[in-house]
């Protein structure tokens, strides 16, 4: 018993530095793609992460980016870029604005140098297969008041088409729905 938990735990270990690698590095994830068996698994979503604080606005932020052949990894890869800059740039202006509004109405610098902002992109992987993928993209604010927005994908990427909800449920999908 004790051998099967201590190897349990060895492979659950091994998994966990794996996926930590593949996470953190873009070369270590491309390098995994090329393991036979594995490698469907582990070219579908790479990551770019980062932190960054300018001044009161912190950023954290974790993009997905799909790994895979055809025109669709591209559309997809360049609209999540497209949305994560126009986020950071629409919280950018929020921020501004509200200093300024914030000074106009009678506070004074002193008092806004308390205030914080964090903008947060972060995506969640709901379900991966050799050839389909299923992820969310979140894109959140959080200071005096709190937003959040999700982007929703469901890839083909042997077909390189969306997965829609009627290839899943049928032509009655409205119906169902």
Known sequence: YKVVRRTAGSVAACL????????VSPTFAAAAADVPVLGGLFQILTVRNYDAE??????HVSVPEVDAKGDLAQQ???EIQERVDAHLAQAQQVWEDYH?????????????GDRKMDV???????????TTVSFVVDF???WVSANEQRHCYN???ENDRDITLEDLLGENWVEIC
């Open 54 to 59: 300018d001044g009161q606005v912190n950023q």
């Open 155 to 157: 890839l083909d990427l």
């Open 120 to 130: 947060i992109i972060n995506y969640e992987i709901k379900s991966q297969t050799d």
């Open 100 to 112: 300024d509004a914030f000074i106009a109405t009678g506070g004074t610098e002193e008092e806004w």
């Open 16 to 23: 966990a530095v794996l996926m930590a690698g593949l996470n």
């Open 140 to 142: 959140g604010e959080c």
């Open 76 to 78: 997809v890869n360049a």
